[in-house]
């Protein structure tokens, strides 16, 4: 009994005395608070003298004493925690730093490299050691702390994460990007990398720094492809594709991958309407591989980009397309006609209709095409919605809508089936229907593919906007007159027309639909200084009505993309954002603005 009410008795005491400890420890932090710091030190200096309370009254006894320019009686506190805790490095690291505020270089360096020698070999220490210099803004310290136990560890890419992180926070980008690689190194880390790149990669002269370093990696470990994929996967971001490829086809070739990695890339190239170096991706597809399965997809899209680069040239020269039909027969006779090759037979047919005037002559390559590609459905309703517009050509509207309604039907609720609905929404429009265009264009806004609810979107408003003015419709026949014109490929005669509606419905609500028309086909046709003058005639005389943002969309991306004058874009582009928040062309203007400023882009 007298043993347990000792145990009790001294419980209680020991009680007390943490209580009365703890009470003792916040009055010091509150007179610390309030600057009176003499009142401070003597309340920590008692507390000083027990071991148990050392730790907790660490911080604020060295404020205080720093404080009171007392550093002698710092220095003999922060020895005696060096001794209690058997060596603690933080206590070893506050030494160095009071030696530092002393004036006393030597000792402080002294202080700091033994502070890190006593971590390197501990993991979970270097990084308690880290936070501590962090906290007290010794960025270089740390460093020297990772990289002395990355040393002893015999690594030269351990602490990689936390390296780059205090480079990041120092500023310097280089030393910041070389860490991360490092880190990316390990296959789980190699997303978070790319990730954090485009992240920390804020513009264009970093970007130029993360090249560089990347190129410099890619020399110096060329075994290691890494480094390579990581090059070409920044290029593809900048749409540099050329350099992409020179990249991905050292891997190609290295690897012996057989060209799967560079196809994407051809294909990306050709999305993103890079028809040169799309075309070049293919060639070297073609060259490289020419026992592959996908040979006769490789030849087709390195014609199909010749194809685009021929057409984006005005005026198109017509000895270039009979060139792109040769090039198509051959292959044709080479490979044969199958299920691989059809889609050549329709880009040929395409060629002599649209740009041969060879109408008759592509009716019947399409036909043929239709026969032979029986077993896809797909297939034979897109030959037939391109056999549909041929015969819009010859100006057959009967055939076409014949054609275009079969579609309708066999893919009834798909975006084949809707682009058939457009199609008959756009015949009905060319010859004056203007009721029924707009009763299945209003159906057509609600359609599952953007770029179909955009288009009948679009029409919808051009029809509403025109159409009850005047009962015989007069001005809206003539305009949609001149889009069949231009449908049909006579530029010419449509640029006749539009010059006299200009003059013949000036003030009449279509007036401005009538110059955007003919900016658009000015710039089509090649003649870009008539294209910028009619977009800036819309923007000062019509820039509150419904085709105000798509002019001053046209505009910018005309100076970025024709003009090469990027800082007159950006403006534009700046102009759009502010004066039209809710356009449709918010989003890739926003983009542009972006690309344009240097930011660097997902």
């Known amino acids: 009994m007298l043993k347990s009410a000792l145990l009790i008795f001294f419980s209680i005491l020991t009680i007390g005395l943490y209580a009365q400890g703890q009470q003792d420890i916040e009055v010091g932090l509150e007179y610390l608070k309030a600057g009176e710091y003499e009142k401070a030190k003597s309340i920590f200096q008692k507390l000083s003298k027990s071991k148990d309370k050392l730790k907790v009254i660490h911080k604020p006894y060295l404020q205080t004493l720093s404080r009171l320019k007392e550093f002698e009686e710092a220095e003999k506190f922060l020895k005696k925690e060096i001794k209690y805790s058997e060596g603690e490095a933080k206590y070893e690291a506050d030494l160095g730093r009071l030696y530092e505020i002393m004036q006393k270089s030597e000792e402080a360096k002294k202080q700091y490299d033994k502070s890190i020698n006593k971590v ?37 890419t351990k602490f990689a994460f936390g ?27 190699r997303d978070v990398v790319q990730n954090i790149f485009q992240d920390e990669i804020k513009d264009e002269k970093e970007a130029d720094i993360f090249e560089k370093v990347l190129y410099s990696k890619v020399q110096k470990f060329p075994e290691e492809s890494y480094f390579a994929e990581i090059l070409t996967w920044h290029l593809i971001q900048k749409k540099e594709f050329f350099k992409a490829f020179v990249q991905a086809r050292a891997l190609d070739r290295r690897y012996k991958k057989e060209g799967v990695q560079v196809t994407d890339l051809g294909f990306l190239a050709h999305q993103n ?28 899209m390195m014609i199909q980009a010749k194809e685009e680069v021929i057409k984006e040239t005005y005026p198109i020269n017509k000895s270039d397309i009979r060139v792109l039909i040769t090039e198509y027969t051959k292959m044709l006779e080479e490979i044969g006609t199958n299920q691989k090759t059809l889609e050549a037979v329709k880009s040929k047919a395409l060629l002599y209709a649209f740009y041969l005037n060879e109408k008759d002559t592509a009716i019947v390559v399409l036909e043929s095409a239709i026969k032979l590609g029986q077993g896809d459905q797909q297939f034979v309703d897109k030959c037939k919605l ?10 057959e509207p009967w055939e076409a809508t014949l054609l275009y309604s079969q579609v309708e039907k066999s893919s009834k609720d798909s975006p084949i089936g809707y682009d058939a609905k457009l199609r008959n929404a756009k015949l009905s429009y060319f010859r004056g229907e203007f009721d029924l265009a707009k009763e299945v264009l209003d159906i057509l806004k609600q359609a599952t593919t ?17 159409t009850g003015v005047d009962s015989t419709e007069k001005a809206m026949k003539e305009y949609s007159g001149i889009e069949l014109l231009l449908f049909q490929n006579r530029v010419d005669e449509a640029l006749v027309k539009l010059n006299q509606m200009e003059g013949k419905y000036n003030g009449n609500s279509i007036e401005d639909e009538v110059i955007f028309l003919r900016a658009k086909t000015f710039l089509k046709k090649g003649d870009t200084e008539a294209g910028v003058k009619d977009l800036e005639k819309i923007i000062q005389k019509f820039s509150i009505d419904i085709l105000g943002d798509n002019a001053l969309y046209l505009l910018a991306k005309t100076y970025q993309d024709k003009l090469n004058q990027p800082s007159k874009a950006m403006k534009l582009f700046q102009e759009l954002l502010t004066k039209y928040p809710g356009s449709i062309y918010g989003a890739d203007s926003r983009k542009r603005f972006r690309n344009l400023r240097g930011d660097a882009i997902n």
């Open 163 to 189: 390296l780059a992180k205090i480079f990041n926070a120092q500023g310097k980008k280089q030393e910041m990007i070389e860490e991360y690689l490092n880190y990316g190194l390990s296959e789980k880390a």
């Open 273 to 300: 309407k890079d028809y040169v170096n799309s075309g070049k991706i293919f060639e070297y597809l073609v060259k490289e591989y020419p026992r592959h399965q996908n040979y006769p997809l490789w030849r087709r």
């Open 450 to 466: 953007r770029e179909i609810a955009n288009d009948a979107m679009e029409l919808s408003l051009l029809i509403q906007d025109n």
């Open 386 to 395: 391109d056999l549909g517009d041929i015969y819009l050509l010859k100006s």
């Open 120 to 156: 390197k070999s501990d993991e979970p220490a270097v990084y308690e050691l880290v936070k501590e210099y962090i906290e007290n803004n010794q960025y270089d310290w740390a460093i020297q702390t990772f990289k002395a136990a990355r040393e002893f560890q015999k690594s030269e």
